[in-house]
Structures are given as structure tokens and as C-alpha cells.
């Protein structure tokens, strides 16, 4: 029965229920239940219970679970929480404790800690670290966000080509406890510390003993320098399906590793952040949606929404010089939220699929004249098919006269053209001229399409029924 | 200096501009150096460079250039080509080549393949297979697409529990030539093959080689069944940072292992699907842009693009009842398209910001309350600030009176709210009925919210300005 329990599989698991029970057993003051409840789990799973604690009972609850949890655990899970609850907990828990954490916590997550602490905490992390440690807590503290350096960690394996496979698994098996991955062991030259090779420890248990180090490494190296951008380092560690991958200063030398673990944050990271941009919501970065409070979002989302409604004083300003036309024949005005509509979505189809595309790196810009092309047809046949039933709909439906179906159509026709050309060149010209093209989508081409539509539409009335 | 090369970043280096001297090269039939340019780059440059010759020169250059490469590279390399370029190249080599491509090719890569084969190929291909083997095959042809099952390998490393640890390296060295992994071990139970633990190879590298694998192993072991969704276990992946997961079937018996690298590929996948629904292209499925032809593209755009173009016919029959109170006051049409875009984008914000949090598992159903509470506050002070700035501006720019100024500013301070409002239950509400909550995104809640505009608006102007 015991083995049939260990075997349940992650997707038929009601976590949620379980951590409804656990919160009730601390209502209920069980602390022992919950804590022989509580670390049945693994880091990560503990981490989240305690959120939801954090959630319904408090800040002060989490402390008083937190420390509960046996010291070795404790620490981990400490490196999953969010980091507003990392400070909170520094703030409750004793100095002693504080040491222990410091002292187990993986560099990289140190760092990520750090940066988020009040300058008298920073310094009661501090206390007690070494001069050479606190040079290099420094040095990781200065890289950018979101660059190669402020994902790297310094705790990786190096060898040197001169050893053999024994001493090489040796030195593993002395430094790897404090690695963040044994699985990619880093060759380095003895005098300049600068990246020679890389061998996989599947390299090292596959070879004999006495094999050599520089026999089996790999000298076509891939590694990114410490400036490279978060985004394009996920690239890579995708385009490569790697597990780890080596980063290097300015003069090539080694200075740390990043690891596949921290690119899943990154990509769902980026994802994020370009759906912020393509919906006009801007300032967000990493925080979470129910994390934010209400005044944060309305700035994230206020700019944009100015912005636009500006850009509609052009379209209301081409409604005023069309407004004789408009009264002389009202009808024209029923259709104008049609043809703007759907000159928005047709526009944002093209623009989303090409800053996709842009986006897993499948669309170059050199693909300009080709993607041009391609939508130019894409609008011709779709105008012409939903001109066709919209036609049909105007004269049998409504039982408008011809020319008001025609100019509707025609209007249509070229609004579905145009909305996909400028939908799917925008974001390109974006790009050659260094915006980010993710801002070219949604709510910006529905805008300038609907300025456009309108513009089409009674140019095109004015021409066909004369007014 | 040589060494100074190999340190090229593969950030700062330019594969483009090298691919193009590959293929100048290749026009110039200097095929010896061709071929030793190749050799340089790995499996995965090599794949798109051969996809660069395709789009350039053709498939049957394709074919005479595959051919030209080192018989083990051309197999790592087949492995990352296009699914249509494998087949064209099974189709162009000599039945002996496909035999060794075959013989080599991991397991989930052949079986990639194979779905994608004509049947007369497939029997090529399966002649030299035993039996067994193509029980194998079958099996795993037979699971879903998209399921843990279609994207598992049966190549794992299985380990006894009564096994010491140097018994498990030699073990480990034997059988993992052709293991998809290394680093994470399986143990099975002798007599069911059901999974009762796993061992990381870092655990057995810090052990001694007297320890048994039963006091190292990990008996709470996170598992999936082959059904599972290939979505769900990204999830898994990017929650607990592993770097395989095995996969069970019903009766808990191990059966395959999911590695990292294949994990990457879902992630895009699923998040480029997201974008492809939130823009109301349907049905495009992993096909990529430039791929698609343009009939694929117009089929792909037009039902949407149709069916909230017929919803305009419910907005158009609003603007009909209110045509007198319009042809009275023109220039209440002059503010319909700026009410409508706002209404949209405010709209879009919240439903993007909604979907992107409940795809993340930030957002849960049983948040419903509190993201309606966020936004209406959201929208009520969001909508606060632009109707202020807008009133300004109708009054001084535009030089309408108050009453009209009043009128728009006070439809769009209800038209933002509830846009908010409703863009953000609309996925919520979505989920709850086990509709993908992607659909309602842009296109859909801007259709609507337009709906809800203009009645609004010409309500709010029919009682304020008393016509």
C-alpha cells in the first residue's frame, strides 16, 4: 500500500486540498501534526504552502512554520520563497539563525537576496562572511539585471587538462557538494584562469581512469560574457538544449555558470513581459498580479491608455471633416464600428504572429520583403471573403441599397489589406530601428488601424455615393 | 591566437553572415571546403544551415551536402532537421544509409519520424528491426499527441535497489552510450518493474562505493502517467527545475523518461499557441510562419475574423435605434471611435494580464473576488484620469460645451470600469466551463467591450443631454 502512495503521480495529486488541510491543522494550533505533515513535501511544495499561509494567516505565521521546519530544510525552502518573505523572515529569525542560513544558501541566491535587503540587514548578512567573499558578493552585486552576470553562480567544477579521469572524479567528488551542477566540469588554463574546454561528467564516468582530461573535453566551447542579455542566454540554452553553460569577462576568463534550473524562471519571465507589452501595460517587471497593489497598476497601465486616446483626437478630427457627410446619410455611421473592428483584429493577427516569430527567433529581419508579400495575399483573400458575406449581409439582412453594401465592401476590402501589411511590418520597423516589437501590437495597431479604417471608409463613400 | 577563437562568445559571433559564405561557397561547387567548413560548427548549426541551403538552393542540395558529412555527425544532424526535409532526405539516400541513420538515431527522434513518414517509407525504414523492437514502436506510435507518452524515451538508465554504488557506476558506464540521460537513475522493483525510487549521479559520485543504492535513493519520487499533457509537464519541469522526469503507466510500471531538452520545445510551443489564440488564429498549430502557405494563413485567420465580424451586426443595430438622437448631435460620433479604443484597450490589459497569470498558476479560479475587487478599483481611478484629461481637452481643444464634454467623460469613466471588469472575468469565467482561456483575449473582449461602449455612451447622452 506504501509503495502504491509514493507512486501517485504529480498530475492526479490535489495539492490544493491538502494545503487547505494544513492551514486548518494551523488554525487549529496542531503545530506537531503540521510539522510531520509539512515535511513530507520537498522545497519547492513547502515553499508554496507557506505562501498560501502567508496569504490567510499572516507574516508572522510563516515565521513561526519557518522555523519549525529542521534546519537543512529550512534553508532550501528559504531559497524558493518570494522575496518580499525572505526579508520578512531575516527580519524575525535570530542572528544564529541568520548565519545558518547564509552560510548553506547558494551563492546565486544569496546574491538575488541581497539585492533585495535594506542596507541594515544587508549588513547583518555580512557580519560574518569573509574580505575575499564580500569582493566577490560585490562584484556579482554591480552586473546589470537581467544580464549573464546576475544569473551566473560561481559555484561550478573546474578541472585542468593535465588530470586524468580519476583525479578529475576525485575533485568532484570533494567539490561538488557546493556545485550548482557536477554534470558540466569547466577546463581551465592554469595561468589565466581563461576557459579552455568543457567536459560532460557522463564524458568522465564513460572513460577509463587513466584517460586524460584534454583527451576528452571539448574545446569548442560555448559560453556568453557576463553582459550578454538574459533573453538571448535563453535563446541559446534552447537553440542547444544545454544544461549548463559558461560565462566569461572581458579578457575570457571563466567567472561562473549558469544553469538550466534558472533559465526556466527567465523564459516564463520574458514571455511575461512581452505579453505586458503587446496588451499596453507597462512598468510591471517581475511582480505578480496579485502581488501588485491597485496604485502600482493603474501606473503600469495608465501611459499607454493616455497615449492611445490621444492618437484618437486624429480619428475624431477625421470624423469632423467627414461630419456633413456623416449627417446626410446617417446610415454610414452603423457600419464604422464594423470595418474599425475588424481592421483592428486583422491588424493585430498579423502583428502577433510576426513579433512571435521575431521573438523564437524564426523571423528575421531580412524576412521583410517575404513577410510583406505573404500578408498582402492573406489580406486580398480574406477581404475578399468577408467582403462577399458582409455584402450579401447588407443587402438581404439589413436591406440597405447597393451602394451603401458596395462602399461598406469595397471600404473593407482594402482595410483588411492594409491592417495586415501594417500590422505585420510594424513590429519589423520596430525592430530595425531598435524598439522593442512587442509594443507594436494590440492595442497600438488597433489604434492607428482605426484611424486608418475611418479614413478609407469616407474617402470611399465620398466617391462612390458622391457626397 | 588559436585559443582567443575558440573564446568567441556565442553572443558576439555572426552565424548569418557565416552561413551566407557557406552557401556562396556552395554556388561556387567548392565542395571539399564546404565540407570542412561544416564539420566545424555542431549538429544543431549544421541542421539550420542545411535548412538556409533549402531555402536557397533546394532540397536536392540539401541531400548531396547531408551526404557529404561524417557518417555519425549526419545522424546528430538528421536528428534536428524539419520533419519535411527528414523525409525528403529518406527518400534521397541509399537504402544502406538509411539503415545506419536508423540504427543510430535516439528513440523519440525516430519515433518523430516516423509519424511523419508515407507508409512505403515506414517499411523501409522497420525491415531491419526485430520483433521487439517493433512492438516498441507501435506502442509509443500509439500515444496522443502532445501527451507525456509522445514525448518520452524509452532509453533511461534502471538501477537495482540492492545494487552498490560502484556496481551501479559499471552498470552506468555499460548501458549509457545509448541512455538519453546519466544524471537521473531509476530504481525499479525486480519483479513488477514498477518505480519505487530515483538516484541522481551526483549522489552516487559523492557516495562510497560500498553504499547501496537503497539508503541513496529517493523513494518520494515525482512521476507522470503517459497521458498526462505535454503542458503539465513543462509545468512540472519549471516548478521543482528538474532535468528528466520518468513517466508511469496505469499500473505504475516505469516506461519512458522525459528529459529537459525536449521540454524547451514545449514551452514555445505552448506559449506560441497562446499568442496564436489571444490574436484569433486558430487552428495553425507548431507550423511556423514562414512555412505556412498563404491558403494555411487566410483558413487560420478567417473564422474569428468572421464571427466577431458578425457580432458588429449586434453594435451596428445599437448605432440604428440611436440614429435620430445621432443625426441631431453629429458630433456625438466624432467621440465613438475614442470610447470604443479605450474601452478595448482597457479591456485587453486586464484579460491579457488574467490569462498570462492563470497560465502561469499565479492566478487560480478561487481568486475570482479578489481580481474583480483589483479591478474595479483599477478601472474606477484609471478611468477617473482619463476622463479628467479628457474633459480638458473637449472643452479647451475641441471647444465643445460642457454638456457634451460631460457626456463622453462620464460614459468613459463607467466604459473603462466595466471594460476592466469584464476583461478580466472573462477568462476566469472561461476556465470555470473548461474553455481555453486564451480565447478571450484582444480581439474577443474588444468586439464586446464595444458592444458595451457604445451602449453606454448613447444611453449616458440620451439622459444628459435630454434627446
Redesign the interface.
Same mark, same amino acid.
Given at each position: 500500500m506504501s509503495?502504491?502512495k /509514493?507512486?501517485e503521480?504529480?498530475?492526479?495529486r490535489d495539492f490544493?486540498a491538502e494545503v487547505e488541510e494544513i492551514i486548518e491543522m494551523i488554525e487549529e494550533k496542531k503545530y506537531g501534526r503540521v510539522r510531520s505533515a509539512m515535511i513530507?513535501y *520537498?522545497a +519547492?511544495d513547502i515553499a508554496e504552502i507557506l505562501e498560501e499561509v502567508n496569504d490567510h494567516l499572516g507574516l508572522d505565521m510563516v515565521i513561526l512554520i519557518f522555523r519549525m521546519l529542521p534546519k537543512d530544510l529550512s534553508v532550501d525552502v528559504f531559497a524558493y520563497l518570494p522575496e518580499e518573505e525572505q526579508v520578512e523572515i531575516i527580519n524575525g529569525i535570530t542572528q544564529k539563525e541568520i548565519d545558518h542560513i547564509i552560510e548553506e544558501l547558494a551563492f546565486d541566491d544569496m546574491i538575488d537576496l541581497l539585492e533585495e535587503l535594506p542596507a541594515n540587514l544587508v549588513d547583518k548578512i555580512l557580519m560574518k562572511t569573509t574580505r575575499e567573499e564580500r569582493r566577490l558578493i560585490n562584484t556579482f552585486l554591480n552586473y546589470p539585471e537581467n544580464s549573464a552576470g546576475s544569473l551566473m553562480t560561481p559555484d561550478y567544477i573546474d578541472l585542468k587538462k593535465t588530470m586524468t579521469v580519476a583525479e578529475s572524479?576525485k575533485h568532484?567528488?570533494e567539490a #561538488?557538494?557546493d556545485s550548482e551542477t557536477?554534470?558540466s566540469c569547466y577546463v581551465i588554463?592554469v595561468v589565466g584562469r =581563461?576557459?579552455?574546454g568543457v567536459v560532460s561528467? @557522463?564524458a568522465l $564516468?564513460?572513460a577509463e581512469p587513466d584517460d586524460l582530461v584534454e583527451d576528452l573535453m571539448h574545446?569548442?566551447? !560555448?559560453?556568453?560574457?557576463v553582459l550578454?542579455d538574459q533573453e538571448?542566454v535563453s535563446n541559446?540554452? @534552447?537553440?542547444? &538544449?544545454l544544461?549548463a553553460l559558461p560565462v +566569461?569577462d572581458r579578457e &575570457?576568463r571563466l567567472v561562473g555558470i549558469i544553469t538550466? %534550473?534558472d533559465i526556466?524562471?527567465v $523564459?516564463?519571465e520574458e514571455?511575461?513581459e512581452d505579453?505586458?507589452k503587446?496588451? &499596453?501595460?507597462t512598468g510591471a517587471g517581475d511582480d505578480?498580479?496579485?502581488d501588485m497593489g +491597485?496604485?502600482k497598476?493603474?501606473r503600469t497601465?495608465?501611459p499607454?491608455?493616455?497615449i492611445? !486616446?490621444c492618437s484618437?483626437?486624429i480619428?475624431?478630427g477625421i $470624423?469632423?471633416s467627414f /461630419?456633413n457627410m456623416?449627417?446626410s446619410c446617417? =446610415?454610414l455611421?452603423?457600419?464604422?464600428?464594423?470595418l474599425?473592428?475588424?481592421g #483592428? *483584429?486583422?491588424g493585430?493577427?498579423s =502583428?502577433?504572429?510576426?513579433?512571435? #516569430?521575431m521573438a523564437?527567433d524564426?523571423?528575421?529581419l @531580412?524576412?521583410i520583403a517575404?513577410?510583406l508579400w @505573404?500578408e498582402i495575399?492573406?489580406g486580398v483573400?480574406?477581404g475578399i471573403?468577408?467582403s462577399i458575406? *458582409?455584402f450579401l449581409?447588407i443587402i438581404y $439582412?439589413?436591406g440597405e441599397p447597393p451602394m451603401v453594401a458596395l462602399t461598406v465592401c469595397g471600404a473593407m476590402m482594402i482595410i483588411?489589406m492594409l491592417a495586415k501589411s501594417a500590422g505585420a511590418m510594424l513590429p519589423m520597423i520596430a525592430k530595425a530601428v531598435h524598439i522593442d516589437p512587442a509594443l507594436m501590437a #494590440?492595442?497600438v495597431v488597433?489604434?492607428l488601424t %482605426?484611424m486608418m479604417s475611418?479614413g478609407i471608409y469616407f474617402l470611399f463613400a465620398s466617391m462612390v455615393l458622391g457626397i
Amino acid at each position: 500500500m506504501s509503495e502504491e502512495k /509514493e507512486l501517485e503521480t504529480l498530475d492526479t495529486r490535489d495539492f490544493d486540498a491538502e494545503v487547505e488541510e494544513i492551514i486548518e491543522m494551523i488554525e487549529e494550533k496542531k503545530y506537531g501534526r503540521v510539522r510531520s505533515a509539512m515535511i513530507e513535501y *520537498n522545497a +519547492v511544495d513547502i515553499a508554496e504552502i507557506l505562501e498560501e499561509v502567508n496569504d490567510h494567516l499572516g507574516l508572522d505565521m510563516v515565521i513561526l512554520i519557518f522555523r519549525m521546519l529542521p534546519k537543512d530544510l529550512s534553508v532550501d525552502v528559504f531559497a524558493y520563497l518570494p522575496e518580499e518573505e525572505q526579508v520578512e523572515i531575516i527580519n524575525g529569525i535570530t542572528q544564529k539563525e541568520i548565519d545558518h542560513i547564509i552560510e548553506e544558501l547558494a551563492f546565486d541566491d544569496m546574491i538575488d537576496l541581497l539585492e533585495e535587503l535594506p542596507a541594515n540587514l544587508v549588513d547583518k548578512i555580512l557580519m560574518k562572511t569573509t574580505r575575499e567573499e564580500r569582493r566577490l558578493i560585490n562584484t556579482f552585486l554591480n552586473y546589470p539585471e537581467n544580464s549573464a552576470g546576475s544569473l551566473m553562480t560561481p559555484d561550478y567544477i573546474d578541472l585542468k587538462k593535465t588530470m586524468t579521469v580519476a583525479e578529475s572524479l576525485k575533485h568532484i567528488k570533494e567539490a #561538488g557538494v557546493d556545485s550548482e551542477t557536477i554534470y558540466s566540469c569547466y577546463v581551465i588554463d592554469v595561468v589565466g584562469r =581563461s576557459l579552455i574546454g568543457v567536459v560532460s561528467l @557522463k564524458a568522465l $564516468i564513460m572513460a577509463e581512469p587513466d584517460d586524460l582530461v584534454e583527451d576528452l573535453m571539448h574545446t569548442e566551447v !560555448m559560453s556568453v560574457s557576463v553582459l550578454t542579455d538574459q533573453e538571448e542566454v535563453s535563446n541559446i540554452f @534552447k537553440r542547444y &538544449g544545454l544544461l549548463a553553460l559558461p560565462v +566569461v569577462d572581458r579578457e &575570457g576568463r571563466l567567472v561562473g555558470i549558469i544553469t538550466v %534550473d534558472d533559465i526556466f524562471e527567465v $523564459i516564463d519571465e520574458e514571455a511575461t513581459e512581452d505579453f505586458q507589452k503587446m496588451a &499596453g501595460v507597462t512598468g510591471a517587471g517581475d511582480d505578480e498580479y496579485l502581488d501588485m497593489g +491597485v496604485l502600482k497598476h493603474v501606473r503600469t497601465r495608465l501611459p499607454w491608455l493616455f497615449i492611445l !486616446m490621444c492618437s484618437y483626437m486624429i480619428t475624431g478630427g477625421i $470624423i469632423t471633416s467627414f /461630419e456633413n457627410m456623416l449627417s446626410s446619410c446617417i =446610415s454610414l455611421v452603423t457600419y464604422m464600428p464594423m470595418l474599425m473592428g475588424t481592421g #483592428g *483584429n486583422s491588424g493585430s493577427q498579423s =502583428s502577433t504572429l510576426i513579433i512571435r #516569430g521575431m521573438a523564437t527567433d524564426e523571423i528575421d529581419l @531580412k524576412d521583410i520583403a517575404r513577410v510583406l508579400w @505573404k500578408e498582402i495575399r492573406i489580406g486580398v483573400l480574406v477581404g475578399i471573403c468577408l467582403s462577399i458575406l *458582409n455584402f450579401l449581409r447588407i443587402i438581404y $439582412i439589413d436591406g440597405e441599397p447597393p451602394m451603401v453594401a458596395l462602399t461598406v465592401c469595397g471600404a473593407m476590402m482594402i482595410i483588411v489589406m492594409l491592417a495586415k501589411s501594417a500590422g505585420a511590418m510594424l513590429p519589423m520597423i520596430a525592430k530595425a530601428v531598435h524598439i522593442d516589437p512587442a509594443l507594436m501590437a #494590440g492595442p497600438v495597431v488597433s489604434s492607428l488601424t %482605426d484611424m486608418m479604417s475611418l479614413g478609407i471608409y469616407f474617402l470611399f463613400a465620398s466617391m462612390v455615393l458622391g457626397i
